[in-house]
């Protein structure tokens, strides 16, 4: 049974999309059955793929016009499939806001493939509002990127509240997966004190694989690839792999 | 008469807030009466300046509670006012949304202080909401961030499209302050490619003055400094001394 993981902060440019495409890719190539979720109006994990913009997608499935079954496409990686999105998304956070449980339109269409995958990973936008609580709603765990950066700690609280009001209301079974250090460069005295003190604050809440500041992870999606098929022996692949193994080791204890 | 000029792109963590806090600092170095609003519910531009976020704020003065002469606090800086914010501006995206003309309400309320400063810059969320178009339609212009990344570009077209729909229906004075290009790293082939292809696309639109990445410009706000202050002698400090002095000039030919 699909455990949906949902990687969200609402802090801009740490790491959310690169997560999510490397994180899938890897979990693929530990041959489980994984389904990407694109709920960003920007779209950058469908292009992260080389998909088309042009296709159906989770905005046509969240307001009801298309069964989400027939918005799942290949990824052209064996057992990882992809929903897209693209900017008519940015329709939904206004169209959302006239349904009854307007926080629960993804949980309640999601029901319906959950069980063809081993884990479904959902992309979030930049931001606190509506695709974002429609995917922690779905969501059994949370993931939260965090760059080694000052204002990556400003937001971490104001998000640390928004899972407790969601746990409260929403989704009592909301987990936190972990904290994922991103982005982190060993030779600047920022990244270790930024970790020390995430570390201090949210002991035993932090992921222990971190992600090193690797350009090949930057490079990788102008190819439309997922690091671990653009250089597999990069920095960035080997620390998403291991971030694989941590998740799926994480699942089993479930 | 106040230019006001409005620091936007939906892409996240490309160097907005970084540019509205450094750009408004240097223009004050240069005896330039400025105001710098946080219109983001992060409120990074308020911690970046070392300003407590119980203050009533732009959201107070937005839905009319407080006029907004009253939300502006000194900045500790010589002829640099600030406008703080805090997460109650998420509120504002779902209250705004009943008033009339709920996109100009910031334009309104600006009339009553545009005229004490010379520059009035706005620093946006990450996205292309209510808050972001109250800020499109106050400006004289936009100054786009622009990171060297390949996701980047992708939102870059959209954001021109959103431009070029603001100025047919809500402000048709709005021009493009220019493209900025932030956290160059001449190391990278990514950066420089980036830059290649923007300034293909772009041509004409692009700012001279390019940011380099320089870790003394991360590591300024957590000292509640812009980087003027912090380090004056770093890269990035001198970079923000280029990028007002490149301002100044573009407002004298106005
Ligand atoms: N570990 C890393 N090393 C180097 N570059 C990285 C790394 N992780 C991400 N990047 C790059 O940093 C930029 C921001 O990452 P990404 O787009 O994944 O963040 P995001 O949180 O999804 O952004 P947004 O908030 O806009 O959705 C991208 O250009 C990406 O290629
Ligand atoms: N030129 C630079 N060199 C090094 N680090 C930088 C540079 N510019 C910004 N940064 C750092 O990169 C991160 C992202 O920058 P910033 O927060 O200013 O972007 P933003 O676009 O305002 O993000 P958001 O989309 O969340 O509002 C911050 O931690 C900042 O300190
Ligand atoms: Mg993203
Ligand atoms: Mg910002």
Redesign the pocket.
């Known amino acids: 049974m699909g455990k949906v993981i949902c990687i969200a902060n609402?802090?801009?440019?740490?790491g959310k999309t690169t997560t999510a495409i490397n994180l899938s890719a890897c979990l693929a190539v530990a041959e489980k059955k994984v389904l990407l979720i694109d709920i960003d109006p920007q779209g950058n994990a469908t292009t992260g793929f080389g998909i088309n913009k042009d296709n159906k997608n989770i905005y046509n499935a969240l307001i009801g016009e298309i069964s989400i079954a027939n918005v799942i496409l290949s990824s052209g990686i064996d057992s990882l499939d992809i929903i897209p999105s693209n900017i008519d998304l940015i329709g939904a956070e206004i169209e959302l806001v006239n349904y009854d449980s307007r926080e629960s339109r993804l949980r309640e269409i999601l029901k319906e493939v959950k069980k063809r995958y081993e884990f479904i990973i959902i992309d979030c936008p930049?931001s606190l509002g509506l695709l974002t609580l429609n995917s922690l709603t779905a969501a059994d765990s949370i993931l939260i990127p965090l760059?080694c950066?000052?204002?990556?700690l400003e937001?971490l609280s104001q998000l640390m509240n928004t899972i407790k009001l969601v746990k409260e209301s929403l989704n009592s079974g909301l987990i936190l997966e972990g904290i994922l250090f991103t982005m982190f460069d060993s030779r600047t005295v920022l990244s270790s004190q930024v970790m020390q003190e995430v570390k201090g604050h949210f002991n035993g809440r932090v992921l222990n694989t971190v992600i090193p500041r690797n350009v090949r992870l930057s490079e990788a999606p102008s190819y439309g690839q997922p690091v671990i098929f653009y250089d597999c022996r990069s920095k960035g692949a080997d620390a998403y792999i291991d971030l694989a193994k941590e998740i799926i080791l994480n699942a089993k204890k479930g």
């Not at 950066?149 to 990556?152: G, K, Q, S, T």
């Open positions: 609402q802090k801009g440019g740490v930049p760059q950066e000052y204002y990556a937001g």
